[in-house]
């Protein structure tokens, strides 16, 4: 028999009962430090990523909206996104995260988790079994923040500010919250791994965030109508410098949004990080390209909004699809998307102002159909061990899940921010006056001025 | 004494200042202008929309001289802001009544 035990040297008299227990009480204190380790690797990770997607709001989102509208509107755009940091985060401790990841039906959570009762530090098996359960509710709450910021860019420059406050607190509670439940909470409709009737892969949220934002962005932006002016008076961004600097912490802060989906910090966060990156890459190409040929040359402007468009396509496949499926999905996205807001937006005449709809809304939709087509299970086996996961693989069937899955994202996004723009109109009145709108949002609703010329 | 006021280029503004400074004209204003006479602008695209950017950037230079300086003041100017081609700018010659100095109340040409 071998002498297999590392520890103390059997000393005289110790009984082989007496050495079984050591042994096994060895191997739970073992078994105790192993989970410590995995849970210290994937909290660490994880509460990084929570803190890169809130970047990707303040100062990320702010600074790319806020270098594309004119100047007069610089604080009134990045206060629009800076108020989603508070007002969501306040509204999700006391609610949302309840309705969107606490038991329920197949469509909303329930009120259990009112006050973020229940919500601590041990883990939840069900939703990520290595890290508290408070860490993935703070991680959660960053996209709930940047999703309603995202709408904002539709609606830029003619929106008062109370109203938008009020239209946000609806529409986190009545389109938000049930898209989460139902793609990632327990039981939810089109949720892939915990019962979902329709499994609609989404890893990161292209339905959850991008398609919901960017059709009620397009919601938004028909119902308030052009800014004055549009689209004879020129309105050109009034500073890509800071466009650029938003959309680089965007790209960064991304590594959060989607590799952080793993919810852990093992090689399905290696997947999705990379995939990430190289469907970056490849828009930003595909875009420039495109504008390139049609326009003569590449613009800064184009090359980084190509990139996002990349990562937002990329959200919905970055924990199921390889590295050139990835390519692949980037540089499709770049030159739809880049046709999207050049020639469809001019051909219906929407004032969308800052491409909320064609960046967010067709990406994501394009996003998650494409997600069905190059998801592999050798990348993640979500349906089980060698079960064939989308279209190239072998499994067609999912686009239809794929297909139910934005369905059910446009028809809500649509009918309940209609609801909503109609309630908070009747309420308060959403659009700001004539008047407050060539003063410029930062006078009119903010009583400031965003750059002091005079001093 | 007499006014100039002079629109030209802003990368001649350096060589205009220094043809000034050399034959004794030190004070004089400077202000940043757009404008354009029969110079065309040029377009920006900016996500597939196109902008016609035709007020370009100038530099406005007034100075006040004597009568007797004036030639020699506008012969400066020219030579140092001349290219040649169009976009030079333009030269403003107009009679002024009275310059003081804030400073000591002097009046007229010890002022300038």
Redesign the interface.
């Known amino acids: 028999m071998g002498q297999a035990v590392p520890s103390a040297a059997p000393a005289a008299g110790v009984s082989q009962t007496d050495r079984i227990a050591a042994l096994e009480k060895q191997n739970a204190d073992n078994a105790v430090a192993i989970a410590a380790a995995q849970t210290a690797g994937d909290n660490g990770w994880m509460l990084v990523s929570a803190a890169l997607v809130l970047m990707m709001s303040i100062p990320g989102l702010a600074l790319f909206y806020g270098g594309l509208v004119r100047k007069k509107n610089i604080l009134g755009t990045m206060m629009q996104t800076f108020a989603m940091a508070a007002v969501i985060t306040v509204l999700w401790g006391l609610v949302t995260y309840s309705l969107a990841f606490g038991e329920g039906n197949a469509f909303i959570g329930g009120l259990h988790n009112v006050f973020l009762r229940g919500v601590g530090l041990a883990p939840d098996v069900k939703y990520a079994a290595t890290i508290p359960l408070q860490t993935f509710m703070v991680y959660q709450l960053m996209f709930a923040i940047i999703t309603p910021a995202l709408i904002t860019g539709a609606f830029a420059e003619r929106m008062k500010f109370s109203a938008m406050l009020l239209f946000m607190v609806l529409w986190a509670l009545i389109v938000y919250s049930p898209m989460a439940h139902m793609v990632w909470g327990k039981g939810g409709f089109l949720n892939a791994t915990l019962g979902g009737r329709f499994p609609c892969l989404d890893f990161a949220g292209g339905t959850v965030v991008h398609v919901t934002s960017g059709v009620s962005a397009l919601v938004t932006a028909l119902y308030l109508g052009k800014r004055l002016g549009y ?1 004879k008076v ?1 309105m ?2 009034h500073s ?1 410098v800071l466009s650029f600097i938003g959309a680089c912490l965007l790209w960064v802060g991304w590594f959060g949004f989607n590799a952080g989906s793993a919810l852990s910090a093992g090689t399905l966060a290696t997947s999705a990080f990379v995939a990430t990156h190289f469907g970056a890459a490849a828009a930003a190409i595909g875009w420039s390209v495109a ?1 390139w040929i049609r ?1 003569g ?1 590449p ?1 800064a ?2 090359a980084i ?1 190509g990139a996002v468009a990349g990562l937002v396509a990329i959200t919905p496949a970055s924990g199921f699809v390889s590295p050139m499926s990835a390519l692949w999905i980037g540089l499709i996205a770049g030159v739809v998307c ?1 046709l999207m ?3 469809v937006k ?1 051909a219906f005449g929407y004032d969308d102002s800052l ?1 909320a709809f064609g960046v967010h809304g067709a990406g994501g939709t394009l996003g998650a159909i494409l997600t069905g087509v190059f998801a592999n299970s050798a990348i993640n086996p979500i349906f089980g061990a060698g079960k064939a996961t989308g279209l190239l693989e072998g499994n067609g069937h999912q686009l239809l899940n794929q297909a139910v899955g934005v369905a059910i994202a446009w028809t809500l996004s649509i009918a309940g921010t209609l609801v909503i723009l109609f309630v908070v109109d009747k309420v308060i009145g959403l659009r700001v006056s004539e008047e407050d709108e060539r003063e410029g949002l930062d006078l009119s609703q903010h009583g400031e001025e965003g750059y002091d010329w005079a001093h | 004494m007499q006014k100039i006021e002079a629109v030209i280029q802003p990368s001649k503004l350096e060589a205009v200042k220094d043809a000034l400074v050399e034959i004794g004209v030190e004070g004089m204003t400077i202000t940043e202008a757009r404008g354009h006479g029969r110079q065309k602008g040029h377009t920006e695209f900016y996500r597939g929309r196109e902008y016609s950017v035709d007020l370009l950037p100038k530099v406005k230079l007034e100075v006040v001289v004597a009568d007797d300086m004036l030639d020699k003041a506008i012969l400066a100017i020219s030579g140092a802001a001349r290219t040649g081609t169009i976009g030079d700018g333009k030269i403003f010659v107009s009679k002024i009544d009275e310059a003081i100095r804030i400073r000591n109340d002097e009046r007229g040409e010890i002022a300038l």
């Open positions: 689209p020129p050109p961004p890509v504008e326009q040359k613009s402007l184009g909004s880049y807001v050049v020639k001019a491409d």
